[in-house]
């Protein structure tokens, strides 16, 4: 009982930052607020997210934006046909003059990544990036570094080119936690685009926390409350989606392979992320369904018949959430 | 051609004003008595049938509304025996389920498989009265609270919510 009533006052005293740091990235980022909300339990709940949209979204600008506010590193990767491992994790060079080799890190080593155009890198490359996410190290050589904490990547994809591309394998997709499909802005939030973007003054924004704190923050997210009904909810909603496991809700005929057991953690930690954000030190069934479409949509391998017929996963989850009984 | 003298055009032309009395021949007329009682017949099949369709009809109605009466009956029954759990977060899962799945019939909302916050907002867009709105948010924030949250409220919050749901479901 303790225990939970700290909880409650540090969500209450974290509750104003989540609140600034919001506001912040809203002066940079208009009429994006859903993805704001998603990159930031992204970052509460230890996850790395990958972004699909067309160019020019804001997808760069949105975590620039973000370390600023932070006050932590930032780099971003262009990732190319010609990319090497060593341009993203490091190398060792001979340094002449002392007759040793030294290592030189490469940019993974900054507290938030942008990976550009993940896809456009061979295989060799990105498997160095998702390795690096997945242990939360880099071995250069016989040395091995810890990645500082907080560390998050952001991958993009373009959905239209596929030309000249190395398409991700489903088992490497697996590791991002979020997969963010990005939008068009309105009429309206684009016409305020132009307003703030063209007056030739950089929009400033304030530093509002530290990485420590977000270190913090995801502490208290750890210890939000889950509910055994909460658990079973989500399971229903993960089982559902797999052939051998299923409850009989109807779509399994679509799906060629249901998702993993990640999307089960993932599903727990980002409602929990979710539950903090919005001042709860519990989990509720709508902080699951808040994040379902993100943690599923790149878990759920379609049927070709599915794809051929213009099924989507999207369309899957939400009829999935329509069957699947709340507790 | 020359035709001459042809003595059955005579006869014909002498004829010709009887042939305004000529009946059909007999196969032709349909008016006999057996054809009148066919009609009849076929008549009264047609009106029987239609009578015993819409009979039909009526009966399934009325089967129908009994069946929603039992239906109504084992809801009730459901709530009575919810009062009898002792444990309070299965006793919230149980009367949040009986509500939810009221307000599931009433208003064709898909509440059994939406969250609490989701089906407030269905209900606003129903024509539920005030009192019935408020009522299913108060209850379902606090079966919500019970069983997510494992907070414990009491016996007369129990009692309360009892109520409230039995008011909802009269």
Redesign the interface.
């Given at each position: 009982m303790k225990k939970k009533k700290d909880i409650n006052a540090h969500i209450t005293e974290h509750n104003s930052i989540i609140k600034r740091m919001t506001d912040e990235i809203k002066k940079v980022i208009i009429g994006q607020d859903a993805i704001i909300e998603k990159v930031l339990i992204g970052l509460f709940s230890k996850g790395h997210i990958i972004i699909e949209g067309m160019p020019g979204l804001a997808k760069t600008l949105l975590l620039k934006t973000l370390s600023q506010i932070i006050h932590t590193s930032f780099n971003r990767i262009q990732f190319t046909p010609d990319l090497l491992p060593a341009d993203l994790i490091g190398t060792r060079i001979y340094d002449r003059r002392t007759g040793k080799f030294y290592t030189r890190k490469g940019p993974i080593f900054a507290n938030l990544i942008l990976a550009d155009e993940i896809n456009r890198a061979p295989a060799k490359v990105q498997s160095a990036l998702l390795e690096a996410m997945e242990e939360k190290q880099v071995t250069i050589g016989d040395e091995t570094f810890k990645l500082d904490e907080p560390f998050m990547v952001m991958a993009t994809q373009n959905p239209i080119e596929s030309e000249g591309t190395y398409r991700l394998p489903e088992a490497q997709v697996d590791r991002f936690m979020l997969k963010i499909k990005i939008g068009y802005p309105s009429f309206d939030d684009e016409h305020e685009i132009i307003n703030r973007m063209t007056t030739g003054r950089g929009i400033k924004v304030k530093t509002i926390t530290t990485p420590d704190e977000i270190l913090r923050i995801r502490e208290i997210v750890d210890n939000i409350y889950v509910d055994e009904l909460i658990k079973k909810y989500i399971l229903n909603i993960v089982f559902a989606t797999r052939k051998m496991g299923s409850n009989g809700v109807g779509i399994e005929e679509h799906i060629e392979y249901g998702a993993s057991p990640r999307a089960s953690i993932y599903l727990t930690t980002t409602a929990k992320a979710h539950a903090f954000i919005n001042s709860r030190s519990h989990v509720m069934p709508e902080d699951v369904a808040a994040t379902a479409f993100e943690v599923l949509r790149h878990r759920i391998i379609l049927t070709y018949e599915a794809e051929a017929g213009g099924v989507s996963t999207d369309e899957l989850i939400k009829r999935l959430f329509e069957k699947v009984e709340v507790p | 051609m020359n035709i001459g003298y042809n003595p059955e055009i005579l006869v014909a032309a002498e004829t010709a004003p009887l042939l305004r009395d000529i009946k059909p021949p007999k196969e032709m007329i349909y008016l006999e008595w057996w054809f009148i009682v066919l009609l009849i017949l076929i008549f009264s099949t047609v009106i029987l049938f239609t009578f015993y369709r819409n009979k039909s009809r009526f009966t399934e109605k009325s089967e129908i509304a009994d069946s929603a009466v039992t239906e109504q009956r084992g809801h009730s029954n459901e709530l009575k025996d919810a009062k009898e759990i002792q444990d309070e977060k299965e006793y919230y899962?149980v009367i949040s389920y009986i509500l939810?799945r009221h307000i599931k019939d009433k208003y064709q909302i898909?509440a059994?498989?939406?969250?609490?916050?989701?089906i407030i907002a269905d209900m606003a867009k129903v024509d539920a009265s005030n009192d019935e709105f408020k009522i299913v948010q108060s209850v379902l924030n606090t079966a919500?609270m019970a069983?997510?949250?494992?907070a414990a409220f009491g016996k007369k919050e129990r009692e309360r919510v009892y109520e409230d749901v039995g008011l909802i479901m009269k």
């Amino acid at each position: 009982m303790k225990k939970k009533k700290d909880i409650n006052a540090h969500i209450t005293e974290h509750n104003s930052i989540i609140k600034r740091m919001t506001d912040e990235i809203k002066k940079v980022i208009i009429g994006q607020d859903a993805i704001i909300e998603k990159v930031l339990i992204g970052l509460f709940s230890k996850g790395h997210i990958i972004i699909e949209g067309m160019p020019g979204l804001a997808k760069t600008l949105l975590l620039k934006t973000l370390s600023q506010i932070i006050h932590t590193s930032f780099n971003r990767i262009q990732f190319t046909p010609d990319l090497l491992p060593a341009d993203l994790i490091g190398t060792r060079i001979y340094d002449r003059r002392t007759g040793k080799f030294y290592t030189r890190k490469g940019p993974i080593f900054a507290n938030l990544i942008l990976a550009d155009e993940i896809n456009r890198a061979p295989a060799k490359v990105q498997s160095a990036l998702l390795e690096a996410m997945e242990e939360k190290q880099v071995t250069i050589g016989d040395e091995t570094f810890k990645l500082d904490e907080p560390f998050m990547v952001m991958a993009t994809q373009n959905p239209i080119e596929s030309e000249g591309t190395y398409r991700l394998p489903e088992a490497q997709v697996d590791r991002f936690m979020l997969k963010i499909k990005i939008g068009y802005p309105s009429f309206d939030d684009e016409h305020e685009i132009i307003n703030r973007m063209t007056t030739g003054r950089g929009i400033k924004v304030k530093t509002i926390t530290t990485p420590d704190e977000i270190l913090r923050i995801r502490e208290i997210v750890d210890n939000i409350y889950v509910d055994e009904l909460i658990k079973k909810y989500i399971l229903n909603i993960v089982f559902a989606t797999r052939k051998m496991g299923s409850n009989g809700v109807g779509i399994e005929e679509h799906i060629e392979y249901g998702a993993s057991p990640r999307a089960s953690i993932y599903l727990t930690t980002t409602a929990k992320a979710h539950a903090f954000i919005n001042s709860r030190s519990h989990v509720m069934p709508e902080d699951v369904a808040a994040t379902a479409f993100e943690v599923l949509r790149h878990r759920i391998i379609l049927t070709y018949e599915a794809e051929a017929g213009g099924v989507s996963t999207d369309e899957l989850i939400k009829r999935l959430f329509e069957k699947v009984e709340v507790p | 051609m020359n035709i001459g003298y042809n003595p059955e055009i005579l006869v014909a032309a002498e004829t010709a004003p009887l042939l305004r009395d000529i009946k059909p021949p007999k196969e032709m007329i349909y008016l006999e008595w057996w054809f009148i009682v066919l009609l009849i017949l076929i008549f009264s099949t047609v009106i029987l049938f239609t009578f015993y369709r819409n009979k039909s009809r009526f009966t399934e109605k009325s089967e129908i509304a009994d069946s929603a009466v039992t239906e109504q009956r084992g809801h009730s029954n459901e709530l009575k025996d919810a009062k009898e759990i002792q444990d309070e977060k299965e006793y919230y899962r149980v009367i949040s389920y009986i509500l939810r799945r009221h307000i599931k019939d009433k208003y064709q909302i898909n509440a059994l498989e939406s969250p609490t916050t989701m089906i407030i907002a269905d209900m606003a867009k129903v024509d539920a009265s005030n009192d019935e709105f408020k009522i299913v948010q108060s209850v379902l924030n606090t079966a919500d609270m019970a069983k997510f949250a494992g907070a414990a409220f009491g016996k007369k919050e129990r009692e309360r919510v009892y109520e409230d749901v039995g008011l909802i479901m009269k």
